[in-house]
Structures are given as C-alpha cells and as structure tokens.
C-alpha cells in the first residue's frame, strides 16, 4: 500500500536540481541533525530528558531511521509505503512499555520534524532559488510526518489495549484466586500477588464498592477503580478490579498500620471520589489473617456495602460494635419483635436521646443529665416516664439493652 505523499511536483529542472543538492547536502550531514533532534526532544519533552542511556540509543536510531527514509524516497522519487515504515511499531510498543505518554510520543515526531526542516532551511541558504526549492519540499515533509506519527499513533494505542487487557485479566485472574481462599502457586499470578505484597499469611482487608446516587453512571466502576488503585491504602500497591458494576479492592496492612488508619484511608479516597463527581457506597471487612479468610473477609465487606444509604458513603466494620452489627444485621423477624409501646414511644426524638444518654453514662444518672443538659430531676422524671409506657426500666441493665437494641432496629 502507498501513502503517496512524496510524489514529485512539478518543478523547473532548475528547481529540481537545487532540490536534490539541499538533500544531498542534508544527507552529508545527517548524523548532526539526528543529535540536533534528539537533544530538542530532551530539552521540549521531560520524558525524553529522563531517558536511560539505551532508551535514547533506541530513539536516536529511529530518528535516524524516519530521517532515511525521508530522504531515500525525495531523492529517488518513490512514495513511502506502510510497509516501509513497519519500524515504527516496534518503536511505538517499546514507547509504550517504557511509559511514555502518547502525547509525548506524537510530540517527539513533531520535534524530529522541526529539526529536520531547519536542517533543510539551512542547506537551501539564501538565494532564490534555494528558497523555492526548499518551499517545495515542505508539502511531501509535512505529509510524511503526518503519514508516519498517524501510524505509529495506531500501534501505540493497540499496544496500549492490549497490554491493558493483558493487565485486567491478570488482575480479574488473582481475585478470583485470592476470593477462593488460595494463592497462586507459581508463575505470573504469584508475581503480581508479590507486587501488591499479598502473600499466604498477609494482614488484609477488603473493601467491596459500587457506585451510588439516584442514577449512578455505569463507567463510575471503572473510573473509580482507577482513581482507588492510585490511592494510597497500604504501602504496597492495592489490588483494585472492576467487576462490572462492583469495585473490590484488597488493600495490605504494613508493619505499622492498624485497622483505624486504614479505614481513615478509605474515607479520605472516598471524600476525593465524591468530590470529583464520582460518589460510592464503600463496604469495608474485618482484616483477615492470611489468604485463607478473605473469603470471608468479602462476603463481610459485600454485607456492609448493604448498609450505606443510596447518597453513598463509607461503612467500616472495624468500627462497629458487636452491638451495631448485631443489631444493624438482624432479619425482618426481629424488628417485628420489638413491642409496638416501645416503637410508638421511639418516635419522639428526646426519648432516643435520654436513652442514648444513659447508657452514655454508664447508668449514672448525674452525668446523664449533663449530657442532655437538664437537671437530674428533669433526667429522672423522662426515664420514670418511659418505664411507665414500655413496662421496661431503663435504669436496669437488660431494660436498657432492650431499649438501646429497639432504637438500632428502628434506626
């Protein structure tokens, strides 16, 4: 296939000829105007400037290779052709792999172009003639740039596809293992476990996410999963895989982290997400000692995520209480057993608080009622009113227990 961009114009023979000694003499000089390109690519891209010695050998050689090719297809007046710059895959995969963003690397074409013509402006010098020549060559230069960033640009990005399939799947494969209870015996899998420093008998959580909001987005999943496996929840990199609509991440406890730090950690990447228009409902489990609990481990994150309300938010169960989560799991059955004079009295807000204040004060009425602001009398005069309406004497350990329990249930 041809891309028919260096076909000659029409030119006087005059202007042929000045054409070809402008070539000739960019030619003679080639080796001055590669390093003159790849020293702007260093000074304009950062990337290029943080090059590794062999990286840049690499980018000096297909400079040098483009430069070629440009001036073997001019001077012989023969188009170029895909197949005559397949080079440039291999050079926009090894890109790729070593990181460079594709705007660098189109970037990097733009500059090797500049270089090029004002090495071409200078050989034209200063007559006419020069001039003319030169101008007529901008055209099929401009056109082979384009032609051959274009191609490189495609092979970057199915590079790109690819090595991000290949990485998804790796990490959809290692969940999967890792939620059966078992660690990868060998081979790529158990490296990637190494990396995000998941090992059999690894301190974990895990933290199980969906999108939330009256109508969530179906990318948010992806979107986030991206943004949490950025975020900092351990200090090895987190294992973080989308699952359609679910996120489940496995974050690693280090040497010095405790359940507390790490479920701060969560709350922090779930205020940025929020903020940025990309609200969650975040499950987060007990730690699991080792790979063999983080099946259980999920099924506790997935039962907190039940708990967030539709807006979204964070529900630890580090933080719970056995009571919280007793009460907060309890079926339909035990709701309907707490007594209708207990429900009906629990409607009125100030009810709830002098409970809640009691038990606040382990039972000591005094600091009860500085909790609520009130006088001791005034304290004592609620609790002897809610015994008289449930039958249930708040001031007694099971009454209290009872009535707390009612209050979680109907919450």
């Not at 001077?75 to 170029?80: A, E, N, P, T, Y």
């Not at 990005?157 to 790796?170: C, G, P, S, Y």
């Not at 078992?182 to 190494?194: E, H, I, V």
């Not at 406890?253 to 990447?269: E, I, L, N, P």
């Amino acid at each position: 296939m041809s891309s028919g961009v260096l076909q000659p114009v029409g030119h006087g023979e005059a202007i042929r000829e000045e054409r070809f000694r402008i070539l000739v003499a960019v030619r003679d000089h080639l080796d001055e105007v590669i390093e003159a390109a790849v020293a702007a690519m260093q000074e304009e891209i950062p990337v290029y400037a943080e090059c590794e010695p062999g990286l840049l050998a690499d980018v000096r050689h297909q400079v040098g290779r483009h430069y070629r090719m440009k001036l073997e297809c001019l001077l012989d007046g023969h188009d170029v052709t895909l197949e005559s710059l397949s080079f440039t895959r291999g050079a926009a995969m090894r890109r790729a792999r070593a990181g460079f963003g594709l705007e660098d690397y189109i970037n990097a074409f733009r500059v090797g172009q500049q270089t090029f013509w004002e090495a071409v402006l200078e050989a034209a010098g200063s007559t006419q003639l020069g001039h003319e020549a030169a101008l007529s060559l901008a055209t099929p230069l401009m056109r082979y740039c384009d032609f051959a960033s274009t191609l490189a640009g495609h092979a970057y990005v199915e590079f790109k596809q690819h090595a991000v399939a290949d990485a998804d799947r790796e990490r959809r494969d290692l969940l999967e293992h890792l939620l059966a209870g078992s660690l990868p015996a060998r081979g790529p899998l158990l490296a990637a476990a190494q990396g995000y420093g998941v090992s059999a008998d690894a301190r974990m959580l895990v933290v199980a996410a969906v999108a939330a909001g009256p109508t969530p987005d179906a990318d948010t999943a992806l979107a986030a999963s991206g943004a949490i496996a950025r975020a900092t929840l351990g200090d090895a990199r987190t294992l973080v895989v989308a699952r359609q609509a679910e996120i489940v991440a496995v974050p690693v406890f280090s040497s010095g982290c405790d359940t507390s730090r790490m479920c701060a950690r969560v709350d922090a990447v779930h205020a940025r997400l929020r903020d940025e228009g990309l609200p969650l409902a975040m499950g987060v489990s007990t730690p699991a000692a080792g790979v063999a609990e983080l099946p259980r481990a999920y099924e506790e994150a997935c039962a907190a995520l039940a708990w967030v309300a539709e807006a979204g938010g964070v529900a630890a169960l580090p933080r719970m209480s056995p009571f919280d989560y007793l009460a907060r799991s309890a079926p339909s059955t035990a709701r309907r057993l707490v007594d209708p004079a207990v429900r009906e009295l629990l409607t009125d807000e100030r009810v709830c608080e002098t409970i809640q204040a009691l038990a606040d004060a382990d039972l000591r009425l005094g600091r009860a009622a500085e909790i609520l602001q009130v006088h001791p009398n005034t304290a004592q005069y609620r609790l002897r009113r809610i015994e008289e309406r449930t039958g249930r004497n708040p001031r007694s350990v099971r009454g209290l227990i009872d009535l707390l329990l009612a209050i979680e249930l109907e919450a």
